[in-house]
């Protein structure tokens, strides 16, 4: 049986769950992802999971439009528990989780955000990156915790800005790097490699 036994939550296009099942059917990590829930009916999220034969569904999350709360949270986390999972990851999600879903998986729910955190955090962050003038932006995988973007730092990735970067242009680089940097978190969670000292997340042995 697989070591991490994940639930993905998203809202749109699915490309770093795909990175996380592409790495799984490679053999490069050890994680089985039982249950796939979108907030939007038609995310392609959704066909990418049964297409992987993932088990999937639509979670309506009204009337909040921007945080998941009440009685949606309540059956997230039911149907988390009831899939057997043990670690909710964040990919593509818009929307801020609550302290019940943290309680139900202490240290257990992480994020990928488009940015070299604590810079840019919230939506549009690589637009952010371009408009300030960075000359590097980046991606951060980090354990969720109740402010916004703000948990311990697991994995960060840098790309260059290039002169003529387009906000499209710029996300489509470090989209490339997520790729890169959810499954290396997420291995490193496998094989108990993480140990959280205060805002510091320690990783032993090999980096990659
Ligand atoms: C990514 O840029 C991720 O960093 C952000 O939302 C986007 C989701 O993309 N949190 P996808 O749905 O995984 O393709």
Same mark, same amino acid.
């Given at each position: 049986? $697989?070591?991490l036994?994940?639930?993905?939550?998203?809202?749109?296009?699915?490309?770093?769950?795909?990175?996380i099942?592409?790495a799984?059917?490679?053999?490069?990590l050890?994680a089985? #992802?039982?249950?796939?829930?979108?907030?939007?009916?038609?995310?392609?999220?959704?066909?990418?999971?049964?297409?992987?034969?993932?088990?999937?569904?639509?979670?309506?999350?009204?009337?909040?439009?921007?945080?998941?709360?009440?009685?949606?949270?309540?059956?997230?986390?039911?149907?988390?528990?009831? $899939?057997?999972?043990?670690?909710?990851i964040?990919?593509?999600?818009?929307?801020?989780?609550?302290?019940?879903?943290?309680? $139900?998986?202490?240290?257990?729910?992480l994020?990928?955000?488009?940015?070299?955190?604590?810079?840019?955090?919230?939506?549009?962050?690589?637009?952010? $990156?371009?408009?300030?003038?960075?000359?590097?932006?980046? #991606?951060?995988?980090?354990?969720?915790?109740?402010?916004?973007?703000?948990?311990?730092?697991?994995?960060?990735?840098?790309?260059?800005?290039?002169?003529?970067?387009?906000?499209?242009?710029?996300?489509?680089?470090?989209?490339?790097?997520?790729?890169?940097?959810f499954p290396e978190a997420l291995r490193h969670l496998a094989?108990?490699?993480?140990?959280?000292?205060?805002?510091?997340? #320690?990783?032993?042995?090999?980096?990659?």
């Amino acid at each position: 049986m $697989a070591t991490l036994k994940l639930g993905v939550l998203g809202s749109g296009s699915g490309s770093n769950m795909q990175s996380i099942v592409d790495a799984i059917e490679k053999g490069e990590l050890d994680a089985e #992802v039982k249950l796939v829930l979108a907030d939007v009916p038609d995310a392609k999220i959704l066909d990418r999971a049964k297409r992987h034969g993932i088990p999937c569904r639509y979670l309506d999350c009204a009337p909040w439009k921007t945080k998941l709360e009440g009685p949606a949270e309540d059956e997230c986390i039911r149907l988390l528990k009831e $899939a057997g999972c043990d670690t909710v990851i964040l990919a593509g999600f818009m929307r801020i989780v609550k302290p019940a879903l943290l309680a $139900a998986f202490p240290m257990r729910v992480l994020n990928i955000h488009p940015a070299l955190l604590p810079a840019f955090p919230g939506v549009h962050s690589w637009t952010q $990156a371009l408009d300030y003038g960075c000359k590097v932006a980046g #991606v951060t995988v980090h354990f969720v915790d109740a402010g916004t973007d703000s948990g311990p730092i697991i994995v960060q990735k840098c790309v260059p800005v290039m002169e003529d970067d387009t906000p499209e242009t710029l996300h489509a680089r470090i989209q490339v790097q997520e790729h890169i940097a959810f499954p290396e978190a997420l291995r490193h969670l496998a094989a108990g490699r993480l140990r959280v000292e205060g805002r510091r997340v #320690v990783i032993s042995g090999p980096q990659g």
